[in-house]
């Protein structure tokens, strides 16, 4: 037991400050009171469920008797059972019955599984991680909007890379025209001036590019050719919000993503997309979803790709230029969590820069 323990935990010893955080583990549709569901979160198994009152619950995903895996086994009233001896948790994480006892319940009282902190916040359930800690920040607000004229939806999507290189790439505006050549942006060869910001835990990109435009929903969200902000923003450890406005926000498309480690090189990603387009918000809500499909199964591949060659390489040796500064900040703000704080703190900066696409 106490080698599977070892085992179970090491990746997220090596993780520093970055595992005492909340971690989005599903969307609220994907667990409730019929059956466990398994989740993997810096490579230790967890089960979620929900009793049948629907109060939700995450333990690790091993029953303390043999091991055997709790998310294989079934939910009865308020309590799991294990699909191996029939010994059932509570949600707590206490045993409260084990079958071969027979009616000795004091008998049971020494046995449970670890707990995790939980909850369930717009549209998401979230793990803390932090065991050592209890939770002392809350989940990222993520912009789930319910007034009207706002639509949203989540999109689930397995990566083979790691956190800092997924974060990296959805605030990264250069790789857009070949990765998403004809579906998000065209190489125009114009210069896009930004403004690169970073706090103690984010990292603020502002672009001054009057013309901007994301070519393949111009007719649909910018008919009248009003301007365009686009504002893209990483907040610790793994959140990215990226803002498209025109017209002082009478339209808006937002794409947030909180991305989960699984393991080293294997991450699921969570993405909202929050989007007021007016009157073509229902044409929206039929095409949307296949787009953005489209779009993020491209990164999904290219992401793939780095992560396999820095696995052979063992080594991630960037050369970096100016349009790389947001990403060599968000490195310096992940990296120095990963250390536990140890190092020169990164200090608040805020730079001008410029690059072509």
């Not at 893209?232 to 990226?242: C, I, S």
Request: glycine share 4%.
């Amino acid at each position: 037991q106490r080698q599977m323990c070892i085992r179970d935990s090491i990746m997220i010893d090596h993780e520093g400050h970055l595992k005492n955080y909340w971690y989005a583990a599903g969307t609220s549709s994907e667990v409730n009171s019929n059956k466990p569901v398994k989740r993997i979160i810096f490579n230790i198994p967890i089960v979620l469920w929900r009793s049948n009152n629907d109060e939700l619950s995450a333990l690790i995903d091993r029953c303390a008797h043999r091991n055997a895996p709790l998310s294989e086994g079934r939910i009865e009233d308020c309590r799991i059972v294990c699909p191996y001896h029939g010994w059932a948790f509570e949600q707590s994480g206490q045993c409260s019955h084990v079958p071969s006892e027979g009616p000795h319940v004091e008998r049971v009282t020494n046995h449970r599984v670890e707990k995790f902190p939980t909850l369930e916040l717009y549209g998401l359930i979230w793990v803390w991680m932090g065991r050592d800690i209890p939770p002392d920040k809350d989940p990222f607000p993520m912009p789930f909007k319910k007034t009207k004229g706002w639509n949203n939806y989540y999109m689930t999507t397995r990566f083979n890379n790691n956190v800092t290189n997924l974060v990296e790439n959805f605030m990264d505006v250069p790789h857009t025209i070949y990765v998403h050549k004809g579906w998000f942006r065209d190489r125009k060869q114009i210069k896009v001036p930004m403004n690169v910001q970073r706090t103690k835990n984010s990292v603020l990109v502002s672009y001054d590019q009057d013309n901007d435009s994301i070519s393949a929903f111009d007719w649909m969200i910018n008919p009248k050719g009003l301007p365009m902000e686009h504002t893209d923003k990483f907040y610790m450890p793994n959140v990215t919000r990226v803002d498209y406005t025109f017209g002082e926000e009478e339209k808006a498309f937002i794409i947030t993503s909180t991305c989960t480690p699984i393991s080293p090189y294997t991450s699921i990603v969570y993405t909202l997309i929050t989007y007021k387009f007016g009157y073509f918000n229902f044409l929206a809500r039929l095409f949307l979803p296949w787009y953005t499909k489209k779009v993020i199964n491209q990164d999904v591949q290219i992401m793939e790709s780095q992560g396999k060659n820095i696995k052979h390489f063992q080594e991630t040796n960037f050369e970096s230029t100016q349009a790389d500064l947001l990403h060599l900040y968000i490195e310096s703000l992940r990296n120095f969590a990963k250390s536990d704080g140890k190092g020169e703190t990164p200090k608040p900066i805020s730079k001008r820069a410029e690059f072509w696409i």
